[in-house]
């Protein structure tokens, strides 16, 4: 069957009309601030605490978008008669947003948790050299992380938890056997009768 001529115009038609009566939903951004979704990449954010220099971002970075500088320093013996122990101490840690194509991978590889994705976003700068941020303002960014999804409660315990919990049950197990099997025993003494019990 042939279409009939100028069928498309007035599909076209009507959606502009029905388009025209609807009340529009623009956000007037910056003055309303958008929802964003819970798992939005904004920026990289860093827990330096947990940072050990492993430089594996670094290296798996597609785009060499992240600078690491760090230095050793030794640590003395924990115990008398120990030896000497070396540790890194990071010095820099940035990150060129002009080059990051906010793939993710660092994040991924990361062993330790030391990045996370952070939802900000509003980290524009006139001058491209400014988008590389150092330590002090990933850190800062750190804080704006949202907290983890809550676990489902009908999921398998951790291993980890698992292993621990079971150890523990063992311990205390042990522990109370030991205990039972150190109380004195005290022999059966008859107790006396009274004339109240006899009646």
């Known amino acids: 069957m042939m279409p009939i001529p100028g069928s498309g115009l007035a599909k076209g038609l009507a959606v502009t009309l029905r388009t025209m009566t609807k009340r529009a939903h623009t956000a007037q951004y910056p003055e309303a601030q958008p929802e964003l979704p819970p798992r939005t990449r904004g920026v990289i954010g860093l827990f330096e605490e947990n940072c050990t220099v492993c430089m594996l971002c670094a290296r798996e970075c597609p785009d060499w978008c992240i600078y690491i500088d760090s230095h050793k320093e030794t640590v003395p013996a924990a115990t008398p008669g120990g030896r000497e122990r070396s540790r890194n101490v990071l010095d820099r840690f940035a990150i060129d947003f002009s080059l990051c194509m906010y793939c993710g991978i660092c994040i991924e590889v990361c062993p330790f948790d030391a990045l996370f994705w952070s939802p900000e976003f509003e980290y524009a700068e006139t001058d491209i050299l400014e988008l590389t941020h150092e330590r002090d303002k990933l850190r800062e960014w750190m804080w704006t992380v949202p907290a983890p999804p809550a ?45 109240e019990a006899d009646a």
């Open 151 to 195: 676990l489902d409660p009908a999921a398998e315990e951790p291993k980890e938890i698992a292993a621990a919990r079971k150890a523990a049950e063992k311990a205390e197990a042990a522990a109370a056997a030991a205990a039972a099997a150190e109380a004195p025993t005290t022999p059966e003494t008859d107790t006396p009768t009274t004339p």
